[in-house]
């Protein structure tokens, strides 16, 4: 069992930059890969990006690649999204994931997960 508790949501003007860390609990975070959903006001989550176990592998949404950045520190128990030049159209909520399974290409779907957090908010103004 995987429990996850996202934080380092907030306020940020367009082009600003944000931190977001998940807390995860569970003897076997270190085997699992995790990741990061977005759901915009009024839709559906959309996947944001993926890291393997190991934290040398990952896999990005076109929408935030070359922005965002995911890594993970096993013996932290932490994984993180380094977010930059944020946009208006990054507001949402924040979600970390996590699987006991890389997927490879199917990395980008919900069904995906099976592990969810309650999420963080992000706001960015322009």
């Known amino acids: 069992q995987v429990q996850l508790v996202e934080s380092g949501g907030g306020l940020v003007q367009a082009g600003g930059s944000l931190r977001l860390s998940c807390a995860a609990s569970?003897?076997?975070?270190?085997?699992?890969?995790m990741g990061w959903f977005h759901q915009a006001p009024g839709k559906e989550r959309e996947f944001v990006a993926a890291?393997?176990?190991?934290?040398?592998?990952?896999n990005y949404a076109d929408s935030v690649r070359g922005r965002f950045i995911i890594s993970r520190d096993n013996a932290k128990n932490a994984v993180y999204l380094q977010m930059n030049s944020l946009k208006p159209e990054d507001t949402g909520v924040y979600y970390c994931?996590?699987?006991?399974?890389?997927?490879?290409?199917?990395?980008?779907?919900?069904?995906?997960?099976?592990?969810w957090g309650q999420g963080t908010q992000v706001t960015v103004s322009s």
């Open positions: 994931v996590a699987t006991p399974y890389w997927t490879g290409g199917r990395m980008w779907l919900s069904s995906s997960y099976d592990y």
């Open positions: 569970g003897r076997t975070f270190s085997s699992y890969p």
């Open positions: 890291v393997g176990s190991s934290g040398s592998v990952t």
